[in-house]
Each structure stands twice: as structure tokens, then as C-alpha cells.
């Protein structure tokens, strides 16, 4: 199929080597972030949440993006499945919400970097710290532009950097065992669901996006085989990287009441001296380059999706010439990331939580809707269980995300459902426009 004067065999397709790292990156990058869920929820409860919380939200997502991925290995991933299982206006919000989400975390990513590199340089500050920032995006920006290759590479060499630090900080960290790390399991006189409900926020979102690299199926090789194969190892060192170092820094330190953002630097430093404090916070760092070089990649995939489904304007379907990648809707978005990396990531996170959800719940509504509309569909991969563990991938992850989403704030409740309705009021708006102009197909646009 001809996309943007691009033949599907001209596209610089990754292995599953390289996959597995972008994956991973993605849905993980490094521990750093859950550090303020020690103090909120409480040393015993953060540690339940790591372990088992992936039972009921990112296994189960991992399960119905492995059935879907292999039955629809298709550009734009789980927003195509929700449109073929429900229809067009859900299918357009499913990817409306994912794309409004990656915007308010892709200049954050680009802002946190620079915030760390502060701690060398404190003279960035103000315009020359949006210029860092900005700086940082369109480097990535390139990366993403030259391919999902090269973009997988550059996502290796930076977790393996990332991981290497938080393997000697678990190891140090048995050898000097001194306290028991599940104790106190809640902060003491704190309301227990307030306690449940931000720590069940914070856990949803380290867990959150293995749904997400479907998006890009139609760029990796052999995606009915590589994306399950990913899932099975990407979850399970995404558990472990969050799990271990959190347990073995608690159990030899024993100091939960100082945990805060950016304390493995300090649990690094206690640890193992000044030398492995400086490693953990150049990892620190280098985990927000990570997260932001995933994310292009992920979300940039949608708009071109939709545009070439006709529900965006047809410039976004250009493919580049030499690299095969979407690059008018890489340009676009990472210009949206500029525009806003002057926020932080304060709050930000919770309207994020309920754009995520949305998406989630639509996601794994999907397999149940597929199976219902389609059951002649060839599915190599089968969720496991019958109609027990399709009740088990559905239901788990909606329960999970109403949970969070009882739990959210007053400022969430303001802002968050404004971000919801807006996806509507888009088809909307959208809908009145499309009918003034017919659907471009993607065999007859150009780049």
C-alpha cells in the first residue's frame, strides 16, 4: 500500500531487539518519578502497588494489545481497532485523547531534562531555560524524523546507560539490609483512601502505555511476532525496575520520610558515594530524553493516522521522501511539545490519568467488541482463559481506572472532564467540515 509516495517496504523497520528497548523506554525508562508515592502511600503500600498492581491494569492491557496487534498489525494501532469495533466516533476520540495526552507530557519531559541540568548549570533559568528545552525536543525531533531505527537505537544506548546505575544501587543496596522496607505500610494518621487513591493515581501512571507502541506495528518487523514477544519482556523489567531498587533502598536506608523527587540520586550517593549519586542523576536526566524520544514516536503515529482515515487535514499523511516516517505529523506535534515546555509537571499528570483511562477503557472494550462484530477474524494470538479472561483484560483495567479517577483531586475534577468533552466537541467540528470535502485516500496522497 502506497502512503504519501512511500511504498509500506520502502519504511526503515526496527527488530526486535531495538523494539523491545523503544518499548520499554516508553512504558518505563527508569524508576525515577515514583519516589513521592514512598511518602504519600506509605513504604508497604508503594511496594504492593509495584508488585501487584500490574495484575489488574498493564498484564491485561499487554493481553488485549498482544490479541489485537497480532489480528490488526495496522499504522495507528488501538485507535483503528476502537474504529473498527465501535464505530467512527469512538474511534476518533480514542485517538483525539492519546494525542491531547502526549501533549501535556512531551514538553514536560523536555522541561524536567533541563531542570536536572541545572544542578550544573544554575544559570539556566527563564528564556534560556525554554531554549534548552526547545533544544532538546528538536534534536529528538530529528531522531524521530530519520526513523524508527534510528530512534530504537538511541533508546538503547540510553537505557542501558539508565539501568546500569540502579543494578549497582540493588546490589549495594542488599549487601547493607538493615531495616524492613514494607513498614510502616501507610503513613500514619492519613486518611486510608487518600492514601489508596493517590498511590493508585501514581501507580496507574508508571504502568500506563503498553498499549501504546501498536501505533507504530506497521514500522517493526514482523509485528504478529515481536510486539507479544516485547510485552513479554518489557513487563516484567518494567516490574522489576520499579520493585527492586525501591525495596532495597528502603530496606537498607530505612529513611521513607525522606523520600521525594529525585531521592534515588540521594539513595545513590548514601549508598554507594559521590560518584554513584553523579551516575544515578545523569540516568535521572537522561530517563526524561528517553521518555520524550518514545513519545514522539508513539504519538506522532496517530495524527497521521487519522488524517489519513480523513478525520485531519491530509497534510499530516506526507511521508518523508528519503526516511519513509510521517514527518509533517512529527513536526507538528513536537512544535505543540515546544509550545508548551515551559510547565511543569505538577498536576499535569492527573488530567493525563484521566485522558489515559479514556483511551485504556476504549482499548480493551475493543477486544470484546471485535470478537462480538468480527469472530471470523484470524487472531494468532488469543487472550488466554475463554470468556473468563476476557472478562478478566476488560473488566480489571475499568475498575482500575474509576478507582483513580475517584480519587483525583479538586483541581483534576475541574480541569479533566474540560479535556474529555473536548474530544466530542472536536468530532463535532470535525464532522462538519469532512462533509464539505471527500476522504483522502492514502493511495492518492502525496508528500
Given at each position: 500500500?502506497?502512503?504519501?509516495?512511500?511504498?509500506?517496504?520502502?519504511?526503515?523497520?526496527a527488530?526486535?531487539?531495538?523494539?523491545?528497548?523503544?518499548?520499554?523506554?516508553?512504558?518505563?525508562?527508569?524508576?525515577?518519578?515514583?519516589?513521592?508515592?514512598?511518602?504519600?502511600a506509605?513504604?508497604?503500600m508503594?511496594?504492593?502497588?509495584?508488585?501487584?498492581?500490574?495484575?489488574?491494569?498493564?498484564?491485561?492491557?499487554?493481553?488485549?494489545?498482544?490479541?489485537?496487534?497480532?489480528?490488526?498489525?495496522?499504522?495507528?494501532g488501538?485507535?483503528?481497532?476502537v474504529r473498527?469495533?465501535f464505530?467512527?466516533?469512538?474511534?476518533?476520540?480514542?485517538?483525539w485523547?492519546?494525542?491531547?495526552?502526549s501533549?501535556?507530557?512531551?514538553?514536560?519531559?523536555?522541561?524536567?531534562?533541563?531542570?536536572?541540568?541545572?544542578?550544573?548549570?544554575p544559570?539556566?533559568?527563564?528564556?534560556?531555560?525554554?531554549?534548552?528545552?526547545?533544544?532538546l525536543?528538536?534534536?529528538i525531533?530529528?531522531?524521530?524524523?530519520?526513523?524508527?531505527?534510528?530512534?530504537?537505537?538511541?533508546?538503547?544506548?540510553?537505557?542501558?546507560?539508565?539501568?546500569l546505575?540502579?543494578?549497582?544501587?540493588?546490589?549495594?543496596?542488599?549487601?547493607?539490609?538493615?531495616?524492613?522496607?514494607?513498614?510502616?505500610v501507610?503513613?500514619?494518621h492519613?486518611?486510608?483512601?487518600?492514601?489508596?487513591?493517590v498511590?493508585?493515581?501514581?501507580g496507574?501512571?508508571?504502568?500506563?502505555?503498553?498499549?501504546?507502541?501498536?501505533?507504530?506495528a506497521?514500522?517493526?518487523?514482523?509485528p504478529?511476532?515481536?510486539?507479544?514477544?516485547?510485552?513479554?519482556?518489557?513487563?516484567?523489567?518494567?516490574?522489576?525496575?520499579?520493585?527492586l531498587?525501591?525495596?532495597?533502598?528502603?530496606?537498607?536506608?530505612?529513611?521513607w520520610?525522606d523520600?521525594?523527587?529525585?531521592?534515588?540520586s540521594?539513595?545513590?550517593?548514601?549508598?554507594?558515594?559521590?560518584?554513584?549519586?553523579?551516575?544515578?542523576?545523569?540516568?535521572?536526566?537522561?530517563t526524561n530524553?528517553?521518555?520524550l524520544?518514545?513519545?514522539?514516536?508513539?504519538?506522532?503515529?496517530?495524527?497521521?493516522?487519522?488524517?489519513?482515515?480523513?478525520?485531519?487535514?491530509?497534510?499530516l499523511?506526507a511521508?518523508?521522501?528519503?526516511?519513509?516516517?510521517p514527518?509533517?505529523?512529527?513536526?507538528?506535534?513536537?512544535?505543540?511539545?515546544?509550545m508548551?515546555?515551559f510547565?511543569?509537571?505538577?498536576?499535569?499528570?492527573?488530567?493525563?490519568?484521566?485522558?489515559?483511562a479514556?483511551?485504556?477503557?476504549?482499548?480493551?472494550?475493543?477486544v470484546?467488541?471485535?470478537?462480538?462484530?468480527?469472530?471470523?477474524m484470524?487472531?494468532?494470538?488469543?487472550?488466554?482463559?475463554?470468556?473468563l479472561?476476557?472478562?478478566?483484560?476488560v473488566?480489571?483495567?475499568?475498575?482500575?481506572?474509576?478507582?483513580?479517577?475517584?480519587?483525583?483531586?479538586?483541581?483534576?475534577?475541574?480541569?479533566a472532564?474540560f479535556?474529555i468533552?473536548?474530544?466530542?466537541?472536536?468530532?463535532?467540528?470535525?464532522?462538519?467540515?469532512?462533509?464539505?470535502?471527500?476522504?483522502v485516500s492514502?493511495s492518492?496522497?502525496?508528500?
Amino acid at each position: 500500500m502506497n502512503r504519501g509516495g512511500i511504498t509500506g517496504s520502502a519504511l526503515r523497520k526496527a527488530g526486535l531487539f531495538y523494539f523491545v528497548w523503544v518499548m520499554f523506554s516508553y512504558c518505563t525508562g527508569g524508576p525515577f518519578g515514583l519516589e513521592d508515592m514512598v511518602t504519600t502511600a506509605g513504604p508497604g503500600m508503594t511496594l504492593l502497588y509495584l508488585l501487584f498492581l500490574p495484575l489488574f491494569w498493564c498484564i491485561p492491557v499487554s493481553l488485549v494489545a498482544a490479541e489485537l496487534t497480532t489480528a490488526m498489525p495496522v499504522e495507528g494501532g488501538f485507535y483503528r481497532w476502537v474504529r473498527a469495533a465501535f464505530g467512527d466516533f469512538w474511534g476518533f476520540l480514542a485517538g483525539w485523547w492519546n494525542w491531547s495526552a502526549s501533549f501535556l507530557l512531551g514538553g514536560v519531559y523536555a522541561v524536567l531534562f533541563t531542570d536536572y541540568l541545572k544542578f550544573w548549570f544554575p544559570g539556566i533559568i527563564g528564556w534560556k531555560h525554554y531554549l534548552v528545552s526547545v533544544g532538546l525536543i528538536a534534536l529528538i525531533t530529528y531522531v524521530n524524523v530519520r526513523g524508527i531505527q534510528l530512534v530504537g537505537k538511541f533508546a538503547t544506548a540510553l537505557e542501558i546507560f539508565i539501568l546500569l546505575p540502579i543494578l549497582g544501587l540493588v546490589i549495594i543496596g542488599l549487601a547493607k539490609w538493615h531495616h524492613n522496607p514494607f513498614l510502616p505500610v501507610v503513613p500514619p494518621h492519613k486518611p486510608v483512601f487518600q492514601v489508596f487513591g493517590v498511590g493508585l493515581a501514581l501507580g496507574l501512571w508508571l504502568y500506563s502505555g503498553y498499549e501504546q507502541l501498536s501505533t507504530v506495528a506497521e514500522e517493526v518487523e514482523n509485528p504478529q511476532r515481536s510486539y507479544p514477544f516485547a510485552l513479554a519482556i518489557v513487563v516484567p523489567l518494567s516490574i522489576a525496575t520499579y520493585f527492586l531498587p525501591t525495596l532495597t533502598s528502603l530496606a537498607a536506608l530505612g529513611n521513607w520520610q525522606d523520600w521525594h523527587t529525585g531521592f534515588f540520586s540521594n539513595a545513590a550517593q548514601l549508598l554507594g558515594g559521590s560518584w554513584m549519586g553523579l551516575w544515578m542523576t545523569i540516568s535521572a536526566m537522561l530517563t526524561n530524553v528517553a521518555l520524550l524520544n518514545s513519545t514522539v514516536l508513539t504519538s506522532t503515529r496517530m495524527p497521521f493516522a487519522m488524517a489519513e482515515d480523513g478525520y485531519l487535514p491530509a497534510t499530516l499523511i506526507a511521508r518523508h521522501p528519503r526516511f519513509g516516517t510521517p514527518w509533517i505529523a512529527i513536526l507538528v506535534s513536537a512544535a505543540i511539545y515546544a509550545m508548551l515546555a515551559f510547565q511543569t509537571l505538577t498536576r499535569l499528570i492527573t488530567i493525563y490519568n484521566w485522558l489515559r483511562a479514556a483511551t485504556t477503557i476504549l482499548t480493551v472494550l475493543a477486544v470484546w467488541g471485535l470478537r462480538r462484530k468480527k469472530p471470523e477474524m484470524h487472531r494468532p494470538l488469543v487472550v488466554p482463559g475463554r470468556r473468563l479472561g476476557l472478562y478478566y483484560v476488560v473488566l480489571a483495567p475499568i475498575a482500575m481506572s474509576l478507582l483513580a479517577l475517584l480519587g483525583s483531586d479538586s483541581f483534576t475534577w475541574h480541569w479533566a472532564p474540560f479535556a474529555i468533552v473536548l474530544g466530542p466537541a472536536a468530532y463535532g467540528i470535525d464532522h462538519v467540515f469532512r462533509r464539505r470535502r471527500p476522504l483522502v485516500s492514502s493511495s492518492t496522497a502525496s508528500s
